[in-house]
């Protein structure tokens, strides 16, 4: 497996209450990737990153927000938790971007309650 | 916006049964991929198919890429306990270094 971590692996918060979430890689690989996963939704991407402080929007970026000073660290955060933001997060890298492999890390499960 | 289908979204198969999961893009690809993951885990690169008609193998796994780039098919042969999980595929968004992917075909098996 790549080289990559996310923490914390298991996280339950409040309504209204921040939350920070951190993928790190040791591959230095340029594209980093934030994922949810629901039932019935597959994967729908949140954010990503083509390079330090270099972000865009996925379909799915509502109440998120990233950041990426380092090649290796990728931040999610959602600003104010909500119920609906219960979810498992996936964070991926890629060396190429979308023409090659995306490697997942083991997950984030977020319960807001 | 660009969408990538997959069907179907569940299937139940006893062991020993073939398997067959399919996907259609509303755009050209320049390649598809897929994943699997099993439960519990995290979606897992299996292959990456980049010609037109391109057919790879990888032991009971079979892999198509259509002939106009906008479908694939997974077709697992003999299905073993170890084949559980979902499998999904996957497409470069058109200008954007981002994949779209399937919804995903969850796979169960009465041994």
């Known amino acids: 497996d790549a080289g990559i971590t996310q923490s914390p692996r298991h996280k339950v918060t409040e309504t209204g209450t921040p939350v920070t979430l951190r993928c790190h890689q040791t591959?230095?690989?340029?594209?980093m990737y934030w994922y949810r996963q629901d039932p019935g939704h597959g994967l729908r991407l949140i954010h990503y990153?083509?390079?330090?402080?270099?972000?865009d929007k996925g379909e799915v970026s509502d109440g998120y927000s990233v950041s990426r000073s380092k090649t290796e660290d990728f931040l999610l955060t959602l600003e104010s938790a909500t119920s609906s933001q219960t979810s498992v997060y996936f964070c991926?890298?890629?060396?190429?971007?979308?023409?090659?492999?995306?490697?997942f890390g083991p997950g984030t499960r977020l319960l807001v309650l | 916006g660009q969408q990538v289908m997959q069907i179907p979204q569940y299937q139940h198969v006893q062991e020993g049964e073939d398997f067959t999961t399919y996907c259609n893009s509303s755009?050209?690809?320049?390649?598809i991929q897929w994943y699997k993951q099993r439960p519990g885990g995290h979606p897992v690169f299996l292959i990456q198919?980049?010609?037109?008609?391109e057919v790879k193998k990888q032991k009971r796994l079979t892999f198509q890429f259509g002939e106009a780039k906008k479908n694939s098919s997974l077709h697992i042969t003999a299905t073993q306990t170890t084949d559980v999980g979902t499998y999904f595929c996957?497409?470069?968004?058109?200008?954007?270094?981002?994949?779209?992917f399937g919804q995903g075909t969850r796979l169960t098996i009465n041994p």
């Open positions: 991926a890298i890629s060396d190429v971007g979308a023409e090659e492999t995306q490697y």
């Open positions: 591959e230095n690989h340029r594209y």
């Open positions: 990153s083509y390079g330090v402080k270099d972000t």
């Open positions: 755009t050209t690809l320049s390649n």
């Open positions: 198919l980049v010609k037109s008609g």
């Open positions: 996957a497409g470069p968004h058109q200008g954007a270094q981002k994949l779209v």
